[in-house]
């Protein structure tokens, strides 16, 4: 009788702690003139801004400001975002996904994609690689599906989701498996058999941004010396320094990007610290970060070596994704071998591929490229038109980027003259940008 009596009482205590552990969120449209305001309160979590930030950057929200308190046992965030327009959020169904999505943010830590094989590859960068990786999954009847890629400081770490070509199927034999490795393998290694180069078959359940930080972290690219020219990078200020209630502070100022805070949070969360307070703003196209930190057993920064490895290694988080070089943008009906074709192309005219999003939505190549010349240099305007022709045209735009995120000064504008007035909005973005934000707004229905 007892136990009967206390297994209500269980199955209410339960229901009380998932209450009590599920985050509120408030989302204000009138309480500040210029952004909207969201507020996410919880038990504490030591994750839960990474997951907050990471919900926000996935709908592709800009965060100008944000404040976050997590002393106690209570975390209280508060993010002021726009759209990628400057301008606050009205789309219902988009405030409806930000208030499921951060309202279940414990349960959504990972996600799977069904029905693909992932691989990881890390290796040594160099003109034409990507052209040379495509090929060889090309001539092994591989579909790429989706991919990233990050280049910095001479090394490159790509995520590639796959499908047979014949089937539609992952690939599941481990023969053929074991054959894409092994050529990939020694595609990375190129001529230099000394520097690692890695393969391997993901489960693919972290989220895809974050793991190509884990991806470049482990192979220490922030203690290596870059090999090409960096251009346009701009002054990228941090400091690490210990205050009285044994917190270590890490300030951070530099150029205003998407996805910055992310960046920055994730850096710090893969290298076991926890975020106590954090203070974010932004103003005109500069960004200004504070966060107090320890390690997650409680301890500030105990050594000057460890305050340099930290600052090292956030300025390699920032630096990756920072866009060098020329964005083109190819929306073009998919077909197989199509990357293989438009990356060897790259390669026949010298660009290098500094950043790579491959996408394929309804039948559609939906692909950015970021490139340089083979040096590190703005790729000649007359290179760029030749490749344009020889891809099509309406299929290969140069793309702007939003005005928000531009440097408004007389180098952009003479940059901006040398590719003879090419810079286009492209029809393919707009696309690229409708279809993801509705993909998400469907995932949260």
Known sequence: MMQMERKPFLEEYEKLIVRMNTPRVMIDNAGCVDATRIMIDSARNDGILLEAVQVLTDLNLSIKKGYVSSDGRWNMDVFHVTNLDGNKLTDGSIINCIEQSLGTIHNTRSKSIDGITTLELTGTDRVGLLSEVFAVLSELNCDVVESKVWTHNGRIASIIHLKDCESGSPIEDSKKIDRIEARLK???????GIRSAKTSVSIAVTHTERRLHQMMFADRDYDRVPI???????????????????????????????????????????????????????????????????????????????????????????????????????????????????????????????QAEISTKLGMALNIFYV??????????????????RIGSGYLRVKELPLMYHQKGESDVQHTSSLGGAV?????????????????????S
């Open 372 to 389: 340089t010349d083979a040096v590190g240099n703005p790729v000649d305007s007359k290179v760029i038109d030749s490749v344009m022709d």
């Open 228 to 354: 090409y020219k960096a251009h346009g990078r701009h002054s990228l200020l941090i400091s690490v320094q210990n205050c009285e209630k044994e917190y270590s502070v890490v300030n951070i100022q530099v150029r205003d990007r998407p996805k910055l805070l992310f960046d920055v949070v994730c850096t710090l969360t893969d290298m076991q610290y926890v975020v106590f307070h954090a203070t974010i703003n932004t103003a005109g196209d500069q960004a200004f970060l504070e966060f107090f930190i320890r390690h997650i057993d409680g301890s500030p920064i105990s050594s000057e070596a460890e305050k340099q490895r930290v600052i090292m290694c956030l300025k390699s988080a920032i630096e990756r994704r920072a866009s060098e070089g020329v964005r083109l943008e190819l929306f073009k009906p998919d077909k197989p071998g199509l990357l293989a074709e438009v990356t060897r192309t790259f390669r026949e005219n010298a660009m290098n591929v500094t």
């Open 186 to 192: 020694n595609v990375l290694k190129g001529d230099n």
């Open 424 to 444: 286009l909005l492209s029809l393919g973005s707009l696309v690229r940008r409708n279809l993801y934000l509705l993909g998400l707004i469907k995932s949260c």
